[in-house]
């Protein structure tokens, strides 16, 4: 396989993954095939940034749509979008946008269409995930047993 094909096989699965908070630089590194390290040096070769720049881009991309047109928290959107903290959430979009969220928000809201209420945003998004067992107790309600 040659490198630029290994190459697109982990950037595809960013831009397919990239709200999954799991998504680490070993499994991007085993979609193209190399060790962490020398993906790291091959991948900012073939698109002039590191890969966990170009994750971190493209869920601030996705966080800027959600602020311009989601009636969510930032709180809401920083876990959208594949952050776990809030605080880096906010120092990495201000880096890459100039302002904070809330900014960014106050700025873009209003020039448009109303906000898309939170909740179908979140189902949109997949948001709503059910915790453990939660298929369970859902195929228990469908059969009619008690759960």
């Known amino acids: ?3 630029m094909r290994q190459m697109r096989r982990a950037k595809d699965a960013m831009d397919r993954d990239w709200a999954d908070p799991e998504l680490d630089l070993d499994t991007l590194a085993a979609h193209a095939g190399y060790s962490r390290y020398h993906f790291i040096r091959a991948f900012k070769e073939a698109y002039g940034e590191t890969p ?25 959107i920083c876990h959208l979008v594949g952050f776990s903290s809030v605080g880096t959430f906010s120092a990495r979009f201000k880096a890459w946008t100039g302002l904070t969220p809330s900014e960014y928000r106050h700025k873009h809201v209003g020039r448009g269409a109303a906000l898309i209420p939170g909740c179908y945003a979140m189902l949109w ?8 067992g939660a298929g369970q107790r859902r195929q228990q309600r469908n059969s009619g047993e008690a759960g």
Request: hydrophobic share 30%; charged share 30%; aromatic share 6%.
């Open 52 to 76: 966990g720049q170009y994750l971190t881009h493209r869920r601030i991309d996705r966080a800027e749509d959600l602020l311009r047109t989601a009636n969510l928290s930032v709180t809401e």
């Open 1 to 3: 396989m040659d490198r």
């Open 125 to 132: 998004a997949g948001g709503f995930r059910s915790g453990p």
